[in-house]
Nanobody, 123 residues
């Protein structure tokens, strides 16, 4: 069982930066692939970034590649999403998720989800 709690969301101007954190409980955090997803108001939840258990593999949606960076600290049981050069279209609720099998772009492969944190980018 893994419980996830996101933090770090907020209101930022276009071009600004935010760093999201996702703190995990559970003894096997280091074994899980971790992902970040987002859901704009009225739209489907979409993949943002994912990282393997050992940080060797990272994956990004094309829309955020070069602007966002996913990382993790297994000792702190925390995964991060550094978001730079934010755009109004990045506005969404951001969720972190844990996948017992691997890092993946597919949201249906993730077993555990956090409650989400709102990111709003003003123009």
């Amino acid at each position: 069982q893994v419980q996830l709690v996101e933090s770090g969301g907020g209101l930022v101007q276009a071009g600004g930066s935010l760093k999201l954190s996702c703190a995990a409980s559970g003894r096997t955090f280091g074994d899980y692939g971790m992902g970040w997803f987002r859901q704009p108001l009225g739209k489907e939840r979409e993949f943002v970034a994912a990282i393997s258990w050992n940080s060797i593999a990272t994956y990004y949606a094309d829309s955020v590649k070069g602007r966002f960076t996913i990382s993790r600290d297994n000792a702190k049981r925390t995964v991060y999403l550094q978001m730079n050069s934010l755009k109004p279209e990045d506005t969404a609720v951001y969720y972190c998720a844990a996948n017992p099998e691997r890092a993946s772009r597919a949201k249906n492969e993730y077993t555990y989800w956090g409650q989400g944190t709102q990111v709003t980018v003003s123009s």
